[in-house]
């Protein structure tokens, strides 16, 4: 099983993060900053990988709608009459580009529903997703705070998808509705807790955000 993925330069990082949870449940990846040697033709490369592939992830993002590049890569999908996923990382369902407005599309927080679905066309085994909009997060295993080195100032980058629960002094802190919004953005920490926890400038202090859910940048 193949997958290449369409994306803006401008979301490199999402990008290969989508990459490194595919590779991790056994498929091929075709993503060109990463598999593409210095010297390449980019047309023919994409041409011939595109060819390749069984579905095509279509990375739909403020940054790629206005992308002829995109525009390119989805019309060499719909030629080869590839599976194509749109999924959407900071745009509007009614901002997905005129051609894949009839595919079924998802956001990124629902990355693990594709990937599960994934394993299914590969043969695998079902895994349980680990942020799910309509399930719990799962419990952490760790009772001890980690620090990870945060103080104020420190630049970080918040995660890809709902992270597991944390333990703050026997009690589980977990990630709400309302901090979707600040999925995979940066931001600086102001505050820092005696129990890790941190606050940060992306929603100027609204929230509390467990110190191992972050990315230091």
């Known amino acids: 099983m193949k997958v290449f993925i369409s994306h803006s330069e401008q979301d490199d990082y999402v990008a290969g993060t989508i990459r490194e949870k595919i590779l991790a449940i056994g498929a091929e990846v075709f993503l060109n900053n990463h598999e593409m040697e210095f010297g390449d033709l980019i047309t023919d490369s994409v041409k011939s990988n595109l060819a390749d592939a069984d579905e095509v992830i279509i990375l739909v993002s403020k940054a790629s709608i206005s992308s002829t590049w995109i525009s390119y890569e989805i019309g060499q999908a719909e030629a080869h009459s590839k599976r194509v996923i749109p999924i959407l ?16 599309r998802l956001d990124i927080s629902e990355l693990d529903r ?30 001890e705070p980690p620090t990870h080195g945060l103080q104020i100032g420190t630049s970080i980058r918040l995660p890809l998808s709902r992270p597991a629960e944390a333990i703050r002094k026997g009690e589980n802190i977990g990630w709400t509705q309302g901090m979707d919004p600040y999925l995979n953005r940066t931001a600086q920490v102001i505050e820092v807790a005696e129990d890790g926890s941190v606050r940060l400038s992306v929603d100027r202090g609204r929230y509390w955000f467990a110190a191992e859910w972050l990315e230091i940048l």
Do not use: I
Request: no cysteine.
């Open 89 to 104: 990382h900071g745009a509007e369902k009614n901002e997905v580009h005129e051609v894949l407005q009839n595919r079924h």
């Open 114 to 143: 594709y990937l599960n679905q994934l394993r299914k066309r590969m043969g695998k085994t079902e895994t349980k997703p680990a942020s799910s909009t309509d399930m719990p997060s799962p419990k952490a295993k760790e009772e």
